[in-house]
């Protein structure tokens, strides 16, 4: 079937530096993509979202961009900070939604000292 | 404002026994969803309710089932649980049906280990 996927399970950075986390995804009819952050025992949290007729969407210190050609989504996370150690998670969404998000299976970003 | 809040947080439960989980929407929120996250995974969808009846279902037998009540605070039930139901339970509520405009908010979880 199809899903949404990530290419690296565990990205370590160093503080300060720019983190990129990719998210790949197979469904066409995808409309709309989110980031979400999961620390340790909590619950995703919204971090920024993109329609598929955006290319790019700036929010504080994060950039999703969107490559429907190649079916590609990244996250950028500029002057990456401690509490930005998470696991990160892309989702999509089509047709009404009533299908629910689908999830990729997750990115552990560590930051380094 | 409250977010959403679920009960209990970490439970243990024995093959083909039965669990109901709570949980309590975001003030203001009309919908409810239900994800399964298996260790080391991103969350599945399970279903969703909508003014208390479902809306929405992903790849999940008939023994997992739903309610949700006036006040929107919503149940998930678990029949004839199996080992690998074994899993973090996450609740999102959102203001509305999910057409992807709205954002959901989750819940820290319940714990389900089935042993």
């Known amino acids: 079937g199809e899903s949404v996927g990530l290419h690296l399970p565990t990205l370590s950075v160093q503080e300060g530096d720019n983190s990129i986390i990719n998210c790949a995804y197979s469904?066409?009819?995808?409309?709309?993509f989110i980031w979400y952050k999961q620390e340790s025992g909590k619950g995703p949290q919204f971090i920024i979202d993109?329609?598929?007729?955006?290319d790019k969407r700036q929010g504080q210190r994060v950039t999703v961009l969107l490559n429907k050609t190649v079916k590609h989504l990244s996250l950028q996370i500029a002057a990456t900070q401690p509490g930005d150690s998470a696991v990160y998670f892309c989702?999509?969404?089509?047709?009404?939604?009533?299908?629910?998000?689908?999830f990729g299976k997750g990115t552990h970003l560590i930051i380094q000292p | 404002e409250t977010g959403v809040t679920q009960s209990p947080t970490h439970l243990i439960k024995t093959r083909g026994q039965q669990v109901t989980l709570r949980c309590s929407s975001q003030?203001?929120?009309?919908?409810v969803s239900w994800y399964q996250q298996a260790l080391g995974q991103g969350p599945q969808f399970i279903f969703q309710?909508?003014?208390?009846?479902?809306?929405g279902r992903g790849n999940f037998p008939p023994r997992f089932s739903g309610l949700q009540f006036p006040n929107y605070s919503s149940e998930l039930n678990v029949n004839a649980l199996e080992l690998d139901d074994s899993a973090l339970y996450l609740c999102?509520?959102?203001?509305?049906?999910?057409?992807?405009?709205?954002?959901?908010?989750f819940g820290a979880g319940s714990r389900l280990t089935v042993l």
């Open positions: 999102a509520s959102s203001f509305d049906r999910y057409s992807g405009a709205n954002v959901l908010t």
């Open positions: 469904n066409s009819a995808s409309d709309y």
């Open positions: 993109i329609r598929s007729n955006m």
């Open positions: 989702a999509e969404i089509s047709g009404g939604g009533a299908d629910g998000l689908t």
């Open positions: 003030s203001g929120h009309n919908t």
């Open positions: 309710y909508y003014r208390e009846e479902e809306n």
